[in-house]
Nanobody
């Protein structure tokens, strides 16, 4: 099983960026997916999750209204669309897969993790 995250980079505050996570080796449509992030010196924290059928999403308060987490089951890919970025969004972003219909905010419940992609927001 592999989750390949991509699309990170450097962006100015107020800008937008979309990161992607493409899976292989698992039946993507049977997994709920999540995005987490880890800033330097901090714990890995929940960002967003989407149910396997894409009908249910959840976001941490700090990104509500700015980030969305669409998925394309035909492409085995989940995205994190990030708008109105702030310097405090700077982190390594990780995607994760959890077997079953729904995921949650607990990173220990996820079965597979991607390698992370760095997002840097300059002020």
């Amino acid at each position: 099983v592999q989750l390949q995250a991509s699309g990170g980079g450097l962006v100015q505050a107020g800008g937008s960026l979309r990161v992607s996570c493409t899976s292989s080796g698992l039946t993507f449509s049977t997994y709920a997916m999540g995005w987490f992030r880890q800033a330097p010196g901090k714990e890995r924290e929940f960002v967003a999750t989407i149910a396997r059928g894409a009908g249910s999403t959840d976001y941490t308060d700090s990104v509500k209204g700015r980030f969305t987490i669409p998925r394309d089951n035909a492409k085995n890919t989940v995205y994190l669309q990030m708008n109105s970025l702030k310097p405090e969004d700077t982190a390594v972003y990780y995607c994760a897969a959890k077997r079953g219909a729904y995921a949650n905010r607990n990173r220990y419940d996820y079965d597979y993790w991607g390698q992370g992609t760095l997002v840097t927001v300059s002020s």
